[in-house]
């Protein structure tokens, strides 16, 4: 008896320890699935904006920003926008007060956690 339950245990401990190895392994595009999918729809947004109206939208500008599909809480917008020159911007999702958040940044056309 004494012995199954240390196998038992063991194989917990291997399962549960293989399951965090792989999550943590896994793509961000995979681990973040719906942020990068509704991040990826936002991004086209912006950059057909840009092409448009040849800017990016400005910081702050709520009524601009709900148009192009970002979600609008009482002071921020989901993702939070960033415009940081005439040219690029930064799309960060933020969930809780701290990090690591994930991030898109328009210069590297490229999603990381920081």
């Not at 057909?48 to 009524?63: A, C, M, R, T």
């Amino acid at each position: 008896m004494k012995n199954k339950f240390l196998k038992i245990t063991i194989l917990s401990f291997v399962f549960v320890s293989l399951s965090i190895l792989v999550w943590i392994n896994l793509p961000l595009s995979i681990r973040n699935y719906s942020e990068t999918n509704f991040g990826k729809k936002i991004v086209e947004n912006i950059e057909k904006y840009k092409i448009s109206n040849s800017k990016l939208p400005n910081n702050g500008d709520w009524e601009t920003l709900k148009n192009l599909d970002f979600e609008m809480t009482e002071l921020a917008t989901n993702p939070e926008y960033q415009k940081i020159n005439e040219k690029d911007f930064k799309l960060i999702f933020i969930k809780g007060f701290d990090g690591p958040y994930l991030t898109y940044n328009s210069k590297t056309k490229d999603w990381t956690i920081k």
